[in-house]
């Protein structure tokens, strides 16, 4: 991987609080961008105890959280319609592309993306 920022799905962050050993190398030199859905897809988790509510936020502080613009709504709506990306996920790929930044995921569903820069993190 080049470069020192790198755009991370929400899978990945929850393998890392899992203590994924692979995950935690991967992504521990790395300055994480993510997207206000990933935001909120890590903070919404029912049932969450107190203890994981500050570590989900210690990690959170870490990362450089991106919300969304008119022109990554439009790349949302361009991505979605030719790909089976849910919603979410196509706004989470399309502000990975326009800040062109590779994307680790889990999700093999981003690589239906032909435009998008994958590296797949396969478990």
Do not use: H, W
């Not at 962050?13 to 995950?23: A, P, Q």
């Not at 989900?56 to 790349?75: A, F, R, V």
């Not at 196509?90 to 590779?102: G, N, R, S, V, W």
Request: aromatic fraction near 8%; proline fraction near 3%.
């Amino acid at each position: 991987m080049s470069g020192s920022k790198l755009f991370v799905d929400t899978n990945i962050l929850l393998y890392f609080l899992n203590g994924d050993l692979e995950v935690i190398e991967m992504i521990s030199d790395k300055d994480l961008v993510i997207s206000f859905i990933t935001e909120l897809e890590l903070q919404a988790f029912p049932k969450i105890s107190a203890d994981s509510e500050e570590i989900i936020q210690g990690l959170l502080k870490n990362c450089t959280i991106i919300d969304i613009t008119p022109e990554i709504k439009e790349l949302t709506i361009e991505f979605r319609k030719k790909s089976k990306l849910k919603l979410p996920d196509a706004i989470i790929a399309a502000t990975a592309f326009y800040f062109k930044l590779p994307i680790l995921t889990a999700d093999k569903q981003f690589r239906t993306i032909d435009e998008l820069e994958v590296i797949m993190y396969v478990i």
